[in-house]
């Protein structure tokens, strides 16, 4: 789907109307077509969109050659985004907030927050052993048994254990946009989307 590149900035909330609604304020582009791949040359349609800057001696040869060969400058951060109209974009053009509408549904993807190494209860909710009896003393947060009898004799795959929590690739869908504010390169998307403050989102439609 069309969208943009962006970095989340943090939340707040405003009125609409007499109504205050968390909003969470995202600076989406401007973004530079760097590449447009079509049927013949690539065998699939979509935009390459690069967003925020970076310098040349930073920029590995092959990628410079990339960019150069567009005559785009070196981007921070590259992504395709399929649905764009083909015949509307180039490599070099410039895409802003001004793709969306306000009260336009999109769906917001990024890495999540890593929360390191965490046990049953944080990771996956366990309510643990509901008090100290049955002589439990300290083992209040353990995940229990977890193994089976002589049949089959292993502890099944999928079984939730503690292990690393966060820090994966997350898509929340169907948030509005409340505000634009193009002037600034600023959407205000109603409620919580992944990943940390400045970390880099894509927005869709």
């Not at 040869?61 to 005559?71: A, I």
């Not at 399929?82 to 969306?100: H, I, S």
């Amino acid at each position: 789907m069309p969208g943009l590149l962006g970095k989340k900035l943090g939340m707040t909330s405003i009125y609409v109307g007499d109504r205050v609604v968390p909003v969470t304020v995202v600076e989406a582009g401007p973004c530079k077509v760097v590449d447009v791949k079509t049927k013949d040359k690539d065998g699939y349609e979509a935009v390459q969109l690069g967003y925020g800057s970076k310098k040349e001696k930073n920029v590995n040869k092959p990628m410079l050659g990339h960019f150069r060969k567009n005559n785009v400058e070196p981007a921070a951060v590259l992504r395709e985004f399929k649905g764009f109209d083909l015949a509307e974009v180039k490599a070099g053009d410039t895409l802003t907030v001004e793709v969306f509408e306000i009260g336009e549904m999109v769906s917001v993807s990024s890495n999540s927050k890593g929360k390191g190494f965490q046990g049953v209860m944080r990771r996956h909710g366990f309510g643990g052993v509901g008090g100290t009896t049955h002589g439990q003393s300290n083992r209040l947060r353990a995940p229990g048994s977890i193994g089976q009898s002589s049949d089959p004799s292993r502890v099944l795959k999928g079984t939730r254990m503690a292990g690393r929590m966060g820090g994966k690739r997350v898509t929340t869908k169907g948030l509005r946009i409340i505000r634009i504010d193009p002037d600034k390169n600023i959407l205000m998307i109603k409620g919580a989307i992944p990943g940390s403050i400045n970390s880099i989102v894509e927005i869709k439609k």
